[in-house]
């Protein structure tokens, strides 16, 4: 029996399968599967419609519903995109926004994502906001050309306000340094384009000329997309600029493009390249003079560096054939060690995996026959457990005499005739009156020498059914 599987009568049986049925979603499942089909049906849009309830959040996205006369369409522009608009549309504006379809999972509504958002007609978005901007200044006086002021003939100082990395700032000193290298020029630098860079620039512009005396001030970047230009086109730039206690040029991307900047600015340029032409006088003498220096410069250094490259050029080489000559020894002794190292490798571990598999099998024997051992032991001590339980002695046909305070009766001094006694069985109790007392023999024990076998356990303190005291109730009531 100890090597058989024991039997579970209480395992659940295995539950028999279900019919299949129609697939049950969760409404997250639809949604996502919604969301899949429409971006897949229709990857990019453009949509014509009306704004309204245009709102733009304090994250920066923007919300708003596009509709024509018969429905409407929710749409969202993210905060990257729409800090690139140059204004936000009027209620009833028409426009053509382009982007893609999309579910909002969350509230399972559809909505448009638009990537792109344009005026319909002619005018568009940026120049409508040109000329609104462009009209307020106007009736302010800032453009008037009578405020403009002369730029200085010889400055000293230029100040330049442009991006520290952009193409602008190296063709304004490339320019400088070539017509007045004796001029300072200081830079402030600022984004010129994206989310904010109006105010950048700015606050460049206030901070630079509160901190440096400037005779003149460069303020532009290089060309670009009407879009990139933009933050010229803003309202922060130019009162900056109106407000500014010195003379500015303003040199925004090309001839073509023209900016607020440019409107308000003490003098437009076309380029940065000529802005800087603007700001300092050409100087003919030292040029003429460096004219005449340059060439006995140039050879000097060239002839410097032919000989440093020739003698660079020997060295290398020189060095390259005195590294592979050292190293040529050393890789062959290496290549020949790992040659050698993988078959050796294996020769060790060999053996060593062998034993420790040996070893594994060992130790799973070793469990199982413990295991066994263990299990035998149990069964016996369960089994002497048993043999040694009261009720396993109730169930022989003993029973356990009970004074009516519930102490178990030992002695015969304990009662007198008369005296009211329970008596305990294995399936319940016995109420009992004493007739007499009397002495009997001490029992035998049933494992005596002459059994020839070990003692057996001593008989309770009770007496076997059949001898019990005559009963003055043949009701039989189990304990409580």
């Known amino acids: 029996m100890s090597g058989e599987e024991p039997l579970d ?10 019919p299949e049925g129609p697939r049950v979603w969760t409404v997250s499942e639809i949604n996502g599967a919604v969301r899949a089909l429409l971006e897949e049906a229709l990857p990019e849009v453009q949509v014509a419609g009306e704004v309204a309830n245009w709102t733009r959040a304090r994250s920066g996205h923007c919300y708003f519903t596009l509709k024509d006369d018969g429905a409407q369409l929710r749409s969202v ?30 509230r399972g509504e559809y909505q448009l994502n638009v990537r792109e958002l344009e005026a319909e007609g002619e005018e568009g978005l940026w120049k409508l906001a040109f000329e609104k901007l462009r009209k307020t200044l106007m009736a302010e006086g800032l453009l008037d050309p009578a405020r403009r002021r ?20 190296r063709d304004i000193l490339s320019v400088i340094g070539r017509r007045a290298p004796w001029t300072r020029v200081v830079l402030r630098g600022a984004r010129v384009q994206g989310e904010g860079a109006s105010l950048e620039v700015a606050r460049a512009l206030q901070a630079l000329v509160a901190a440096v005396p400037c005779d003149v ?23 900056a600029i109106a407000g500014c206690p010195v003379p500015v040029i303003s040199a925004v991307g090309h001839e073509t493009d023209v900016t607020i900047a440019d409107l308000v600015a003490d003098l437009r340029a076309p380029t940065p390249s000529a802005a800087a032409e603007a700001a300092v006088a050409d100087g003919i003498v030292l040029r003429e003079a460096l004219g005449r220096l340059r060439p006995r410069l140039a050879r000097g ?36 060690r790992a040659g050698r190292l993988a078959p050796a490798m294996r020769g060790i571990l060999a053996p060593r995996n062998a034993r420790v598999e040996r070893a594994l099998e060992r130790l799973g024997s070793s469990v199982r026959r413990l295991v066994e051992l263990r299990r035998a032991a149990l069964a016996e001590r369960a089994g002497q457990v048993e043999a040694l339980s009261p009720l396993s002695t109730l169930r022989r046909g003993y029973a356990v005499p009970l004074l009516a305070d519930g102490r178990v009766v030992r002695t015969r001094s ?43 356990p001593p008989p309770p303190s009770g007496v076997p059914h059949g001898d019990s005291p005559s009963s003055s109730s043949n009701d039989s009531a189990p304990d409580p």
């Open 301 to 336: 250094l060239r002839g410097q560096v032919e000989r440093r490259a020739t003698r660079l050029g020997e060295a290398r080489g020189r060095m390259d054939r005195g590294i592979r000559h050292l190293l040529r020894p050393r890789r062959q002794a290496l290549e020949s």
């Open 414 to 456: 304990q009662v007198q005739p008369g005296d009211t006694l329970g008596l305990r069985l294995v399936d319940g109790r016995l109420d009992c009156t004493v007739d007499r007392v009397r002495d009997d023999p001490p029992p035998v024990s049933l494992g005596g020498a002459g059994s020839g076998g070990p003692p057996g």
């Open 9 to 18: 009568l209480f395992s659940a049986a295995e539950p028999s399968p279900e």
């Open 150 to 169: 002369p730029i200085p003939t010889f400055p000293r100082t230029v100040g330049v306000v442009t991006s520290p990395t952009g193409a602008a700032l």
């Open 77 to 106: 522009m993210w905060r990257g995109r729409a800090s690139r608009l140059p204004m936000d549309p009027e209620e009833g504006f028409r426009v053509r926004a382009t982007g893609t379809l999309t579910l909002y999972e969350a």
């Open 217 to 239: 001030v460069i303020v532009g970047r290089g060309g670009g997309s009407i879009e990139d230009l933009w933050a010229f086109n803003e309202e922060p730039v130019a009162r």
